[in-house]
């Protein structure tokens, strides 16, 4: 009997030695750590799904595709993504209906610098399983118009080019705190022409969302924490557009210690995948 004993505690010392390290831990908004099933069973349940990443973050790409296989056995998808630009769905349409190939695509279209790592296996999965993927982010150069000049700059541009963007005009709040933030954030250069550059993002975002969703479909849409952060960005826009279909949000926090969620990152969403802040990074 001692002998067993002495065996039990032995066993309980090497594995609080050898325990692991978790990658990450998912919380819901009110801090408490929920399990993948569970999360799994609440998202499938939603209209439009808005996972925002850090972009450098291996664990937030990795989580994207696992999510995506498995809704995808639960529910027709449509993805959605900031990292294409709406000037580029015809390529994109292209690529996925099989009349082009990857290296085609990846000449016609602008590419974040971590595309073949980040993003190339989530665009690979949805064109294997025939699901349609939607380019929603503005064309960089409206939105760099706007940094300079505002909003009223996008009354200029011809039809063919206001395609691209949410309908004018863009009417959204300042107020926001999300948005305040940018002011004070980026200091000297937090001026109120940034904050639209963000807004035209995040309303043309929505826009193309909403203009795509398919009634008894999930839209899965990857986009940049912040820009859904707080339920604000994206999600406002949607709710001022449809207030009617169920949406759900993620986001994606690091932290020194991820086994108690902290204060400033509760109710960032409705689920928050926190990860070690010491995770090696894609760029």
């Known amino acids: 009997m001692k002998q067993l004993i002495a065996y039990i505690i032995l066993s309980f010392s090497v594995v609080s030695i050898y325990g692991q390290k978790a990658a990450y831990v998912i919380y819901n908004s009110k801090g408490k750590a929920v399990k993948y099933e569970k999360m799994i069973h ?7 799904l808005l996972f925002g ?12 595709l696992e999510l995506i296989r498995d809704l995808s056995k639960q529910r027709a998808l449509i993805l959605g993504a900031e990292f294409f630009e709406s000037d580029g769905q015809l390529a994109l349409n292209d690529y996925m ?11 016609q279209v602008e590419l974040w610098s971590n595309y073949q790592t980040d993003y190339k296996p989530i665009v690979t999965f949805t064109k294997a399983n025939n699901i349609p993927f939607i380019a929603t982010n503005v064309p960089r150069q409206y939105a760099q118009l706007v940094h300079k000049e505002g909003f009223e700059v996008l009354e200029h541009l011809v039809p063919d080019e206001k395609k691209f963007i ?11 705190p999300s948005y305040k933030k940018i002011l004070t954030m980026f200091e000297d250069h937090g001026t109120p022409e940034l904050v639209k550059a963000q807004a035209i993002k995040d309303a043309t975002m929505a826009h193309f969302i909403l203009e795509n969703y398919v009634e008894n479909k999930l839209f899965f ?13 994206i999600l406002w826009f949607l709710k001022q ?8 949000t993620i986001s994606t926090v690091e932290q020194k210690d991820v086994n108690e969620l902290m204060e400033e990152n509760k109710n960032k969403a409705d689920y928050i995948i926190c990860i070690p802040d010491t995770m090696t990074k894609t760029y």
């Not at 209906?97 to 000449?107: F, I, R, W």
């Not at 849409?221 to 960005?233: K, M, R, V």
């Not at 557009?241 to 759900?248: A, E």
């Open 42 to 48: 609440f998202l499938v349940k939603n209209e439009v």
């Open 53 to 64: 990443e850090l972009h450098n973050n291996p664990i937030a790409h990795w989580m994207e």
């Open 97 to 107: 209906s099989g009349k082009t190939n990857q290296a085609l695509l990846e000449t």
């Open 166 to 176: 949410a309908p004018l005009p863009i009417k959204y709040d300042p107020d926001l």
């Open 221 to 233: 849409h990857i986009n940049g924490a912040y820009h859904s952060d707080n339920y604000e960005g």
């Open 241 to 248: 557009h449809n207030d009617n279909l169920n949406y759900v």
